[in-house]
């Protein structure tokens, strides 16, 4: 067995609905046979809002690290990004800055870090058995992201 790091990501109703359309689209364009078809629409609406789905996955633990870590920061920084956009140009406040706060623990809580396994002569990495959820790793990789 060799063993494989995941970054998996928890689903939201926005990455659904993004999802649900992009295969819309694909049926309507054709890139999706029709015999395949409902299968495809099937599969996205099993999606469930909260399921992990894995969003990066290697075997290598050092490349797995660096990579994480600059997936992390773009997402952290997307969603400030977003915030400081709502709220415009207003002094500081204790609701600013929980505001600020409850952003960063949105994002930390979307993402996990998984351990798992595939067989010696696997490749695809996607499919993966989970040996466990590492929140040590994920703890570590948050707060050395910048």
């Known amino acids: ?22 295969t819309e689209t694909m049926i309507k364009d054709g890139d999706i046979p ?3 078809s409902q299968k495809a629409l099937d599969k ?18 050092y490349k797995f690290c660096g990579e994480a870590k600059r997936r992390l920061s773009a997402a952290d ?3 400030i990004k977003v915030l400081k956009e709502e709220i415009g ?3 500081f406040s204790e ?7 409850n952003t960063h623990l949105d994002v930390f809580n979307m993402f996990r870090v998984v ?16 040996v466990k959820v590492n ?9 050395s992201k910048r």
Not at 2 to 14: A, C, D, F, I, N
Not at 95 to 101: A, P, R, V
Not at 135 to 143: A, E, P, Q
């Open 1 to 22: 067995m060799k063993k494989v790091w995941s970054l998996e990501k928890r689903t939201t109703q926005q990455d659904i609905d993004s999802i649900k359309t992009l």
């Open 34 to 36: 029709a015999e395949l």
């Open 44 to 61: 996205v609406n099993a999606i469930k809002v909260g399921d992990w789905h894995p969003f990066f996955v290697i075997n290598n633990y």
């Open 77 to 79: 920084q997307k969603a």
């Open 89 to 91: 140009k207003v002094p």
């Open 95 to 101: 609701d600013i800055n929980t505001k600020f706060k």
């Open 115 to 130: 351990e798992g396994e595939i067989e010696d002569n696997g490749q695809d990495l996607y499919k993966y058995n989970t």
């Open 135 to 143: 929140d040590g790793v994920y703890k570590y990789l948050w707060c």
